[in-house]
């Protein structure tokens, strides 16, 4: 492909996307394929010659979009968005152009110097304190996976990464039992074990957990000589939206010494909302590591994590590696690289600047108030429908629910909605039963399709009971 023909396909992607855009409402949310079916009917060998661009795209719509979900569907209700607004778009598309690895600042000293001023305004927009830094991370599992391991060195005197851990003991981690799979997934990875990831019941309206409990659990593990070696919360957790109460979290890590992140990671966005911070923030800006994904709520294309540091020494001296191949000359620069697992980086930045140049914080705010307050609303109208119970109440925009019946009916009903088509959501479990999750965070929803979702479960319900 030469670069006129670069130009005139590239318009026409541009004009396919906005009408993708525009008619997504006509679509079904979740893709309606069988297992295998788009495997099989690609060619079983690469193709010898290359082939002209209209053929390929052909397939592409014929072949691949029917085994798409439409992740940014006004409809898509399930799990947690991953938005991305137009201009953020449009700032992925330059990124991809100009195709730097951004892993130095000398490989490209403006991804860099973008990267810690977008940072500093985020955290500024979300009321953390002056001071506090941070980089951006791929998504938030990397970001948790960098503070356990940073939890782990610190409490081996930085001697893990050279020597291993077969010499150190029951290192221990303490969480609630409501966290993300990617704490777990984190203690495996860094070599901590699920046998020593400690979780705390959670408890109260919340479902946080209680910290007098975590007290007693980290002064019996010293007791039977392990080692604590920190204190992961959440605000807004995955399955329904759980809350530590960060304030007393803290204070209890702090009085063991103990290392602090917090996965924010989905409702850390709503902090920009001043009104939400005293409920769900509180103590927040005392944590030495914080992480949220602007690529969920905010509309920072995927993949877009920020985790904000207290002080980025920990973090450093546990993940730094210099090879004199990438070495830097010349004065005292950030290199980012040195702040995250991968080495290889890539322009992300770029997308949260044309973001916050576009809507400004305001209009963010607007739509995350918004969202909250429709939430609101269809809890009432899923309450009010006969036999029908909230089980766990909204916590910003999510909330869950049951039919009537027991488990295998809620998963009847579930699948029965999303083969249904108009709108998408996903189950889950609380307090052993099977529940049906609703959060509202698609960047371009309406009102009216927030209530779609009211309707749709009453008629299919009526369809199967």
Not at 116 to 135: H, I, K, N, S, Y
Not at 141 to 165: H, K, P
Not at 239 to 259: K, M, Q
Request: aromatic residues 10%; charged residues 20%.
């Amino acid at each position: 492909m030469n670069w006129d023909e670069f130009r005139g396909w590239s318009k026409r992607i541009a004009d396919w996307g906005a009408d993708y855009h525009l008619t997504l409402r006509d679509r079904p949310v979740r893709a309606r394929t069988r297992p295998g079916e788009i495997a099989g009917q690609f060619p079983a060998a690469p193709p010898e010659a290359g082939e002209d661009m209209a053929a390929i795209l052909k397939d592409f719509e014929e072949i691949v979009m029917p085994g798409m979900t439409h992740w940014q569907h006004p409809r898509f209700f399930a799990y947690f968005p991953a938005n991305a607004a137009p201009p953020s778009m449009l700032a992925e598309q330059l990124v991809n152009t100009v195709a730097a690895q951004c892993m130095l600042w000398q490989t490209s000293p403006a991804a860099t110097e973008v990267e810690g001023v977008m940072v500093d305004w985020l955290r500024q927009a979300l009321g953390l304190p002056e001071g506090m830094t941070g980089v951006i991370q791929d998504s938030a599992s990397s970001a948790t996976l960098s503070a356990v391991l940073t939890m782990r060195e610190r409490a081996t005197g930085y001697t893990g990464n050279a020597d291993g851990l077969s010499q150190k003991g029951a290192l221990r981690i303490y969480c609630s039992d409501q966290v993300h799979s990617s704490i777990d997934r984190a203690c495996w990875v860094s070599g901590i074990g699920q046998a020593n990831l400690v979780k705390i019941p959670g408890t109260g309206p919340r479902h946080g957990m209680a910290p007098d409990a975590l007290d007693a659990a980290i002064r019996a593990d010293k007791a039977a000589g392990h080692t604590p070696a920190g204190v992961i919360a959440i605000t807004g957790g995955t399955g329904v939206g759980a809350c530590d109460p960060l304030g007393p979290v803290l204070e209890v890590a702090r009085a063991h010494g103990l290392y602090t992140h917090l996965d924010a990671a989905w409702a850390g966005a709503a902090m920009i909302c001043p009104e939400y911070r005293e409920a769900y923030w509180q103590g927040a800006e005392g944590y030495d590591s914080i992480v949220f994904n602007p690529h969920k709520w905010l509309g920072a294309q995927f993949d877009c994590s920020v985790q904000f540091l207290r002080d980025p020494a920990p973090q450093l001296d546990t993940l730094r590696i210099e090879p004199e191949y990438l070495r830097t000359s010349g004065g005292a620069v950030t290199n980012y690289s040195e702040w995250t697992i991968p080495l290889g980086r890539r322009f992300r930045a770029l997308k949260i600047w044309f973001l916050l140049r576009s809507y400004g914080v305001s209009g963010l705010q607007a739509r995350i108030r918004n969202h909250v307050a429709w939430a609101g609303e269809l809890c009432e109208e899923i309450r009010a429908l006969d036999g029908f119970e909230i089980v766990t109440e909204p916590i910003l925009s999510l909330f869950s629910f049951r039919c009537p019946g027991d488990d295998a009916m809620q998963q009847r009903l579930v699948d029965a909605i999303n083969d249904d088509g108009r709108v998408y959501l996903t189950q889950g479990a609380f307090a052993g039963r099977r529940i049906i999750r609703v959060q509202v965070g698609q960047f371009d929803t309406t009102r009216a399709d927030v209530m779609c979702v009211r309707d749709a479960v009453k008629e299919v319900w009526e369809k199967i009971r």
